[in-house]
Every structure is written in structure tokens, then in C-alpha cells.
């Protein structure tokens, strides 16, 4: 009974050690890969408050994008940087 215990035992302990676990950092989704929506253009006009308009709306998709872009790559970059230093 103690030799089936212990050959048991180490049985066990060596098909753990034996077989290294493969860490992979997931994948970035789909979504969080999508760029940034083109900006709108101006039709020809004399009215400086239309061509304006389109100017305001552009300089603010561009920086909610920015924002939105910059905040996702520091995140992935810090969860890569803590998944690669656990061992």
C-alpha cells in the first residue's frame, strides 16, 4: 500500500512539472480595432458660418477619437506590461 502511495505521488508531481502551461495575451477585439470615422468636407459656400460649423464638428470628432485612442493604448500597453512581469 505505501509503494502504490508513494509511486502514485510521484506519478502526479511528475505529470505536472512535465507539462509547462503557455501564457498568450488575448487578442485585441474587434471593436477596440475600429479607426476613427473620416471627418466631414465642406460643400462649396459663401457662408463663412456653414464651412464654420463643419470645422467645429471636426475639431471635436477629433479629439473624442484621440481621447478614446490614446486612453485604449495606455490601458493595453499597462495590462500587457503586468501580464508579462507575473511569472
Not at 55 to 65: K, M, P, R, S, T
Amino acid at each position: 500500500m505505501k509503494t502504490l502511495l508513494v509511486a502514485l505521488t510521484i506519478l502526479i508531481l511528475t505529470g505536472c512539472s512535465s507539462t509547462p502551461v503557455k501564457r498568450n495575451f488575448p487578442a485585441v477585439p474587434s471593436e477596440l480595432m475600429e479607426s476613427c470615422p473620416d471627418l466631414k468636407k465642406t460643400e462649396p459656400t459663401e457662408k463663412l458660418s456653414e464651412v464654420l460649423k463643419v470645422v467645429v464638428d471636426n475639431y471635436g470628432q477629433y479629439h473624442e477619437c484621440k481621447i478614446k485612442v490614446d486612453t485604449w493604448v495606455e490601458w493595453y500597453k499597462m495590462q500587457k506590461n503586468i501580464f508579462e512581469s507575473v511569472k
